[in-house]
């Protein structure tokens, strides 16, 4: 009986620390997604500011809308397992607050396991779509960057949003704990 409960403590230690880089490596993806829709921010001042200021000799920033149509997608992509992590997501509390525990858990639970499903989907996509634009090469407009560049970094991001999902419906079937001291937003519904 004691070998069996310090196996399992061992094994539950292990799975903690698993699912504590999971959440350290979402925090990261958030922060660099932040920085992403920072440096945009300061861009296009920088390209209205040159708009604003062609009749002495500055222009806007060539390919401005190239680099946010790609830095926004990204960023989504980075954000997207943290907000999860977090309890962040939107959600409508017309019935759910009316059922009982075991319901809700129960429905928490199914639409996690359909959302690793639909991320698992959107990922194999993504790959799908980052290799057919690696193959044909194909850039953008203006800048002339290859596409399957951004396709990559949205990958990313959606690899971290799979182990995101995965760490969560663990979790919320008993098969792993959260972090040591982990809370999730006060204003989540669930």
């Known amino acids: 009986m004691g070998d069996n409960d310090a196996l399992g403590s061992a094994h539950t230690k292990k799975d903690t620390r698993m699912i504590g880089w999971i959440y350290r490596i979402s925090n990261w993806t958030a922060l660099v997604g932040g920085m992403v829709l920072v440096a945009l921010t300061l861009m296009v001042v920088a390209s209205v500011a040159g ?86 090469m194909e850039t953008t407009f203006i800048l002339q960057m290859p596409v399957w560049w951004a396709y990559a970094f949205c990958f990313v991001g959606a690899v971290v949003g799979c182990l995101a999902y995965v760490a969560k419906t663990l979790t919320q079937l008993g098969l792993a704990s959260e972090p040591a001291g982990w809370t999730v937003e006060a204003n989540a519904g669930h």
């Open 51 to 136: 708009r604003a200021l062609i009749g002495i000799g500055l222009g806007p920033v060539p390919g401005d809308f190239e680099l946010v149509e790609v830095g926004v997608g990204i960023a989504v992509f980075f954000f997207m397992p943290w907000c999860y992590l977090r309890g962040g997501h939107a959600t409508v509390d017309l019935l759910y607050m009316h059922t009982p525990r075991w319901a809700q858990k129960a429905v928490d639970t199914a639409s996690d396991i359909l959302m690793l499903l639909v991320w698992l989907v959107l990922t194999w996509k993504l790959w799908d779509g980052l290799l057919e634009k690696k193959e044909y």
